[in-house]
Nanobody
Framework: VQLQASGGGLVQAGGSLRLSCAASGSSVGINTVGWYRQALGKERERVARIASTHGSEYAEAVKGRFTISSDDANRVIYLHMNNLQPEDTAVYYC?????????????WGRGTQVTVSS
């Protein structure tokens, strides 16, 4: 499975962006889809995810501003980001996890840069 993220860019504080992550390759039964981000000099952190057993979950810092969704038919994951703030500046990565043969597998997209100016 390969993931291609897009939609990043430069936006002013208070603005919005929609990130997309398209999956290609083998079809698998996905357990979890998620978005992560990594700011310069910081560790990668989970922003939002949809888990088959838990529904949607969000980091506290983005609750009420970000929404994760998925288009299963077209195999696309979205992250709608509203009221962006400078602290949201980071490289954003999409991720999917699935179980095959009893083994948990994970795939990452390349990442897309989001820069929020004050």
């Amino acid at each position: 499975v390969q993931l291609q993220a897009s939609g990043g860019g430069l936006v002013q504080a208070g603005g919005s962006l929609r990130l997309s992550c398209a999956a290609s390759g083998s079809s698998v039964g996905i357990n979890t889809v998620g978005w992560y981000r990594q700011a310069l000099g910081k560790e990668r952190e989970r922003v939002a995810r949809i888990a088959s057993t838990h529904g949607s979950e969000y980091a506290e810092a983005v609750k009420g501003r970000f929404t994760i969704s998925s288009d299963d038919a077209n195999r696309v994951i979205y992250l709608h980001m509203n009221n962006l703030q400078p602290e949201d500046t980071a490289v954003y990565y999409c991720n999917i996890q699935w179980v095959a043969g009893g083994v948990l597998n994970s795939a990452w997209g390349r990442g897309t840069q989001v820069t929020v100016s004050s």
